[in-house]
């Protein structure tokens, strides 16, 4: 043996073995739990045992070629069609669909012809002649080889039936791209096949050039996994995405029929109880918009009010397929609390926060637009403003709750006294103020002002087991005998409820006795 006659092989057999062996343990160590995994492996270890073989069958003398070609050869090379197939079975999931007493079984009815080689028919499967060509030890094909090499490639072909099917009804781009990858493999590999083992090629080539093939099937089988582990990560990743996620998610069909629910979209409707109706009847509503208008669904706002409760949502979603059918996927946020948060803060950049009342900000934005009023229909407005008597005593005395009970209390018998005649408002610390638009005459506003002294009289504060005296110094004017803008209304009210403070407290003045 020549040194060239050493070398070569070491590239043109020990290297594509040293490949498949590389690919197939790739394949396994990923999942080797997986059926897909080891048939994939299994394939590429049988690639990997056609190249040894004829690794061996190259260094022995020729005489022992027809017993390696039938006992090792063959039988392997016999074994690969129907590991391929029941490979493409599981991967377009062609298995769920097979007998149990077939699957998977069927497949491997070929191994028969190796059994049947072992005891003395060879021929069936194999050539018997081997001739030296140049530094190979080349084959005389038979009609048995030629056989047999067209039905394992028929066979191949065979996988394209399931790889299109499963490609026609695939429900995403990316899985559809995996199985068109797999069908070029099919092909590619049927037609070197067709290339490279019906012809010879004398000594040009290696013998049997066709299993070279090998290297492309397989390297497309492992893409194929790679690519497919990778669908199911994603999958898995935002299925826990999917169901960890604190906003709620629902899936809709295109009647808005809920098809699937993440966790917190279950206990959303749940929280609901009785108004579930009402929320189903939301996502209808905005299904139906959506598959008209066919555009993304974008902070979408709208109300729930069912019969126990409101819920405020913002939706978002799009359109998915599944199962070749267009969904919308939805994304349900909560945002109850944070309306009600956002209305309080409204409120209360114009409401006191003990009391509830209007505040001084919201009293003077409504002050001058009430003397407008009063001015163009030519009547009367009056201005109460009042002072609790001796409110630092009672926080000194009974303490900041009882304070707090006082101003509770004088805030309550403010809007009886006002009613829906007008405005009462805290200013700030204790003093308050009313505002009457419509007021008929200066005895009618003092009538108002002796019945809120009469209620005050007769209301009775108690407050831990200790009854509070409540008093009240009072000022009014009237526009426009007292000013016909509101800073002057509001000072003439000041100084006649300074007068009573001075003079007596716990009384009443007009600004235009002062």
């Known amino acids: 043996m020549s040194l060239q006659q050493a070398l070569i092989p070491l590239f043109t057999h020990l290297l594509p073995l040293a490949l498949f062996i590389c690919m197939g343990l790739d394949v396994l160590i990923r999942n080797s739990k997986k059926t897909e995994h080891r048939l994939v492996s299994l394939i590429t270890l049988c690639y990997s045992s056609l190249f040894l073989e004829e690794y061996v069958r190259q260094l022995l003398p020729i005489s022992y070629s027809p017993a390696l070609a039938a006992l090792w050869f063959s039988n392997t090379g016999i074994l690969i069609p129907g590991l391929g197939f029941h490979f493409t079975a599981k991967l377009t999931g062609m298995d769920k669909r097979m007998p149990r007493f077939l699957y998977p079984y069927v497949f491997y009815v070929p191994a028969l012809f190796p059994l049947i080689s072992i005891f003395g028919a060879e021929e069936i499967i194999s050539t018997q002649r081997f001739v030296e060509s140049g530094m190979w030890k080349q084959p005389v094909y038979n009609p048995s080889y030629y056989i047999a090499l067209i039905v394992s490639t028929l066979v191949s072909l065979l996988y394209l039936f399931p790889l299109l099917k499963a490609r026609a009804r695939a429900a995403s781009a990316e899985l559809k791209s995996l199985y068109t990858l797999t069908t070029w493999g099919v092909v590619v590999t049927a037609l070197w096949i067709i290339a490279f083992g019906l012809f010879s090629y004398g000594s040009f080539m290696p013998p049997y050039p066709y299993i070279y093939c090998g290297l492309l099937w397989c390297f497309t089988l492992r893409l194929t996994m790679r690519r497919h582990d990778f669908l199911n990560f994603v999958d898995k990743r935002y299925e826990k995405l999917f169901h960890l996620n604190p906003a709620a998610i629902v899936l809709l069909d295109r009647s808005g029929t809920v098809r699937e629910s993440n966790p917190a979209a279950e206990q959303l409707v749940g929280d609901m109880r009785e108004d579930r109706e009402a929320f189903y009847s939301l996502m209808k509503t905005v299904v139906s918009e959506q598959m008209r208008d066919t555009r993304e669904i974008k902070g979408y706002e709208a109300t729930v009010q069912g019969a126990s409760k409101r819920l405020d949502v913002l939706l978002d979603g799009d359109y998915i397929m599944v199962d070749n059918e267009p969904h919308i996927l939805l994304i349900v946020r909560d945002v109850t609390a944070q309306r009600e948060y956002q209305e309080e803060i409204r409120y209360l950049a114009y409401h006191d926060p003990l009391t509830r009342l209007p505040n001084r900000r919201y009293f003077y934005e409504r002050l001058e637009p009430a003397v407008a009023e009063a001015r163009r229909r030519g009547g009367l407005m009056g201005i109460v403003l009042i002072d609790l008597d001796y409110f630092k005593d009672i926080n000194d005395k009974y303490g900041h709750k009882a304070g707090d009970e006082a101003l509770l209390h004088t805030s309550r018998l403010l809007r009886e006294a006002v009613a829906d005649r007008g405005l009462a408002a805290r200013l700030g ?62 000072h003439g009210a000041d100084k006649a409820m300074y007068a009573v403070k001075r003079r007596s407290r716990n009384d009443y003045g007009m600004a235009g006795r002062q």
């Open 429 to 490: 610390g204790d003093e308050f103020v009313l505002l009457l638009p419509e007021v008929a005459s200066g005895e009618a506003l003092e009538e108002t002002i002796r019945r809120l002294r009469a209620s005050v009289a007769a209301s009775r504060l108690i407050c831990e087991g200790q009854e509070i005296p409540i008093a009240m110094s009072i000022g009014a004017s009237l526009y426009p005998q007292d000013g016909v803008d509101g800073d002057a209304l509001m």
